[in-house]
């Protein structure tokens, strides 16, 4: 079994930063890639990054120059960096990991979310 913890959100004022992590434990025998997903009220949850295994990083348009995924293998933990943040930032933001377990099967677990206001 997988679980996936999400931390490191909060209220920030406009042109803020805030820095999010995902620590994914468990049954892992390697992480192939973490996504940070978000969802404001009453849409739909967006993909906002992505890291893979190999360190390619992958970003939304609406957060590019803005925001900075990263990974510390070691802890199995990845970070989303988002700095000059604004109100339509405001959402809760989800990690998904997919990993390849110690059975060899592939995984895909998701937080419980942790909530950024960007807010004056």
Do not use: H
Not at 2 to 29: D, K, M, N
Not at 57 to 76: L, P
């Amino acid at each position: 079994q997988v679980q996936v913890v999400e931390s490191g959100g909060g209220l920030v004022q406009p042109g803020g930063s805030l820095r999010l992590s995902c620590a994914a434990s468990g049954t892992i025998f390697s992480i192939n890639a973490v996504n940070w997903y978000r969802q404001a009220p009453g849409k739909l949850r967006d993909l906002v990054a992505r890291i893979t295994s190999g360190g390619t990083a992958t970003y939304a348009e609406s957060v590019k120059g803005r925001f900075t995924i990263s990974s510390d293998n070691a802890k199995n933990t990845v970070y989303l960096q988002m700095n000059s943040l604004k109100p339509e930032d405001t959402a809760v933001y989800y990690c998904n990991a997919i990993v390849t377990t110690t059975t060899r099967t592939i995984a895909g677990s998701w937080g419980q979310g942790t909530q950024v206001t960007v807010s004056s």
